[in-house]
């Protein structure tokens, strides 16, 4: 595409396919979804301020990478799925954002000026190399764990669960006192690191710092069924909201 060029639909859905690259300038699918699908690259057109596609959903589908860390593909879409096969993925969004398994019909009108019905469906957000979101601060070339710090787990049916520890925390241990939830942990010895915790009477989570000793052991409790702020960290993280960076 071409600088200024625009692409949009009234709630529609927009379908691009390519066995080479393919470069964007500015998709707008309203409430419809957008499907990017390249054999090669999904690049951002240079020098562009523009959102780069608005859409409820999105699919992008690379061979390679997807935009490059100088030029990110900036999105405001609600779900999202994309793959890069062999390279890295760099998207910044403007907002909450899921993800999730999208899938998408559309007519497709072949050289010959018949059109046919194609459908796509995808999960996931999947890289052959670096990671970057800056909805979830994620970077994987940044990240010595290569990915451990970012992996959030599925809230279960108990009272209070540890859902994520930073790359300082190798390890931990949860026990159930009644009272609270006690968190043994090991890692980088002097290290401060993060854990999040997730209360199921609060329906909400719980951030505390946790330090560990020259042996690279720690504990920290979380007491009761409420959240409780402290002034270092946000009391909670809402679904699409920005996980701290470790300092």
């Known amino acids: 595409m071409a600088q200024g060029t625009i692409t949009s639909t009234t709630n529609g859905n927009i379908r691009y396919q390519s066995t080479g690259s393919i470069t964007i300038a500015e998709l707008n699918a309203g409430s419809g979804t957008v499907a990017i699908i390249a054999g090669s690259s999904i690049s951002d057109i240079a020098a562009d301020t523009a959102t780069d596609i608005t859409a409820a959903n999105l699919i992008l589908t690379a061979g390679s990478f997807i935009a490059d860390k100088d030029n990110h593909l900036e999105v405001a879409v609600a779900n999202i799925s994309s793959t890069s096969t062999s390279g890295s993925t760099f998207i910044d969004e403007s907002g909450s954002i899921t993800v999730t398994t999208l899938s998408m019909t559309a007519n497709r009108v072949g050289s010959t000026g018949v059109a046919t019905t194609v459908a796509y469906?995808?999960?996931?957000?999947?890289?052959?190399?670096d990671l970057?979101?800056?909805?979830?601060?994620?970077?994987?070339?940044?990240?010595?764990?290569?990915?451990?710090?970012?992996?959030?787990?599925?809230a279960g049916p108990g009272p209070q669960q540890v859902l994520y520890a930073d790359d300082k925390i190798a390890s931990y241990t949860e026990d159930w006192s009644g009272s609270g939830l006690v968190v043994q942990v090991t890692g980088t010895p002097g290290a401060v690191g993060r854990i999040i915790v997730y209360k199921a009477a609060a329906n909400?989570?719980?951030?505390?710092?946790?330090?560990?000793?020259?042996?690279?052991?720690?504990?920290?409790?979380?007491?009761?069924?409420?959240?409780t702020p402290n002034p270092v960290d946000p009391p909670s993280i809402a679904p699409g909201s920005r996980i701290p960076e470790c300092t």
């Open 132 to 154: 970057v979101h800056s909805g979830l601060a994620i970077n994987l070339l940044e990240n010595p764990s290569r990915g451990k710090a970012f992996w959030i787990q599925e």
């Open 204 to 227: 909400g989570t719980e951030i505390k710092r946790v330090t560990l000793d020259s042996q690279g052991k720690g504990r920290v409790q979380f007491s009761g069924n409420v959240i």
């Open 121 to 129: 469906s995808q999960e996931d957000l999947t890289s052959g190399a």
